[in-house]
C-alpha cells in the first residue's frame, strides 16, 4: 500500500465529498486506501459517506475525538507506507498526492512533506464551494513556519521565511521558483509523513486536542534527525477554517490552550503559563473591542 489517507470531518458534509471526489480523481495509479473519521457530525456525512463511497473506511465516533486523537485513529487502522493527513475542505490537484509520495521514496531522511497550498476561488449562492479549475486566479496560503517563539506568539506573526533569505515568498510563482525547500513545520491541512518516521517518534499529541498538533509531529522529527519539506510542485487548493467556524468562541480557547500545552512541554511550565496569560489578555481585549466597534458605544 503506498498511501493510506486521513481525513477528519465534523460537520462538513458537502466539502468533505468534494475532497473524496478530488482524492481518487488524483489517486494517479497509487495504490491507496481513505480512512474518514468522523467526530460525530450531525449534518448527515456519516451516510453520506456510506451511501457515495463504500471503499473508505469509516470511523464513526460518538463524540468529538479532536483532531489529533481522530488521525490517531486512522493510522492505527491503515497501513500505507506513507499516511496523509488531509482537511476535508481541501481538493488535491492532479499529481498532487503521487508527487509527495515520489519525493518521500526519493529523499530517505525526509519524513515529512507538503505541498504548495492555494486559496481557493469560491463560487455557489448557497455556501462555499471549492473551485479546482487549472488556471484559476488562486494566491499563496502559508503552509510552513519557522517553529514559533514566545514573541513569536505574543506578537501574532508567524516566521514564515525559509533557510538562507531575508523574506518570505508571497505569491505561488515566486514559492514554485524556489523549487523543494526545507521547512520547520507544515500545517495539518495536507501534511504526509512516511510511516517508519511515525513508528519511531510515535502518533500525535492526543493533548492537543486541535491546533499545535502538526507542529508539535514536526518538532519531534526534527529532534529525531528527520527532515520536513515542501514540495510546490505538488498543489491543493484549501478553504480553510470551516469546522472551526462553526464554534467561533470554543476554537479560539482551543487555540489558546493548545499554544500554552505546547509551550510548556517543549519550553518549560513557566513559559506555557506566561504564554497563556498574554494571549488571554489579548483575546479578552480583542473582545472588548469588537463589542465597541459593533455597539458604536465609547
Not at 14 to 40: F, H, M, P, R, T
Not at 106 to 132: D, I
Not at 152 to 171: H, N, Q, W, Y
Request: hydrophobic letters at 40%; proline letters at 4%; a neutral charge.
Amino acid at each position: 500500500m503506498d498511501l493510506s489517507i486521513s481525513i477528519v470531518s465534523w460537520n462538513t458534509r458537502d466539502l468533505l465529498g468534494q475532497c473524496l471526489d478530488s482524492v481518487y480523481a488524483a489517486a494517479d495509479g497509487l495504490d491507496i486506501e481513505v480512512v474518514v473519521v468522523d467526530n460525530a457530525s450531525g449534518d448527515g456525512s456519516v451516510e453520506m459517506v456510506r451511501q457515495r463511497y463504500p471503499r473508505v473506511v469509516l470511523v464513526a465516533n460518538t463524540g468529538n475525538a479532536g483532531f489529533s486523537a481522530a488521525n490517531n485513529q486512522a493510522l492505527a487502522a491503515s497501513t500505507g507506507r506513507h499516511f496523509l493527513l488531509l482537511n476535508p475542505d481541501t481538493i488535491c490537484r492532479p499529481g498532487a498526492l503521487a508527487g509527495l509520495v515520489r519525493f518521500l521514496d526519493e529523499h530517505p531522511r525526509c519524513g515529512a512533506v507538503g505541498p504548495l497550498v492555494l486559496n481557493p476561488v469560491l463560487s455557489g449562492a448557497e455556501g462555499p464551494v471549492l473551485s479546482g479549475v487549472e488556471g484559476a486566479d488562486e494566491t499563496l496560503q502559508y503552509s510552513w513556519a519557522r517553529f514559533p517563539t514566545f514573541w513569536s506568539e505574543a506578537r501574532g506573526r508567524l516566521d514564515r521565511r525559509i533557510a538562507g533569505a531575508d523574506k518570505a515568498p508571497t505569491t505561488a510563482q515566486d514559492t514554485c521558483s524556489l523549487g523543494p525547500f526545507r521547512a520547520d513545520w507544515i500545517g495539518g491541512c495536507c501534511l504526509m509523513v512516511r510511516r517508519d518516521a511515525v513508528n519511531e517518534i510515535g502518533p500525535m499529541d492526543e493533548s492537543l486536542f486541535m491546533y499545535c498538533e502538526e507542529t508539535d509531529w514536526c518538532l519531534r522529527l526534527v529532534r529525531a534527525g528527520w527532515e520536513v519539506w515542501v514540495e510546490p510542485a505538488a498543489r491543493i487548493v484549501h478553504l480553510g477554517g470551516q469546522s472551526s467556524a462553526l464554534v467561533p468562541d470554543e476554537a479560539a480557547s482551543r487555540l489558546r490552550m493548545s499554544k500554552r500545552l505546547y509551550f510548556a512541554k517543549h519550553h518549560g511550565v513557566f513559559t506555557g503559563a506566561a504564554l497563556g496569560a498574554v494571549l488571554g489578555l489579548k483575546y479578552r481585549a480583542g473582545k472588548v473591542l469588537c463589542g465597541r466597534g459593533r455597539g458604536g458605544g465609547s
